[in-house]
Nanobody
Framework: VHLVESGGGLVQPGGSLRLFCAAS????????MGWFRQAPGKEREFVAA????????YYADFVKGRFTISRDNTKNTVYLQMDNLNREDTAVYYC????????????????????WGQGTQVTVSS
């Protein structure tokens, strides 16, 4: 199983980034997918999740209206579009897969996810 994140980088406050997570080694369309982040000295926290079909989505309150999660099951890829970024969004962003394959009520707990990528750094700074 491999999850490989990309798309991170340095962006100014108010800017945008789009993260990608390419999956392989498992039946991608059977898994719910999530994005998490971890800032220095802090615990890993939930950002967004999407059900296996791509219909159900769920967001942390601090990203609602700014971030959008989506997936393309034909490309085994999940995306995180991040707009209006601020300094507090600086962190390493991880994608993760959960094997229960929720359509709705996608979990937000770290422990609910089975596979993790290595992360991609997002830095918001002027």
């Amino acid at each position: 199983v491999h999850l490989v994140e990309s798309g991170g980088g340095l962006v100014q406050p108010g800017g945008s980034l789009r993260l990608f997570c390419a999956a392989s080694g498992f039946t991608f369309s059977s898994y719910g997918m999530g994005w998490f982040r971890q800032a220095p000295g802090k615990e890993r926290e939930f950002v967004a999740a999407i059900g296996r079909s791509g219909v159900g989505t769920y967001y942390a309150d601090f990203v609602k209206g700014r971030f959008t999660i989506s997936r393309d099951n034909t490309k085994n890829t999940v995306y995180l579009q991040m707009d209006n970024l601020n300094r507090e969004d600086t962190a390493v962003y991880y994608c993760a897969a959960e094997s229960v394959g929720h359509m709705w009520n996608i979990p937000s707990a770290v422990a609910e996810y089975d596979y993790w990528g290595q992360g991609t750094q997002v830095t918001v700074s002027s």
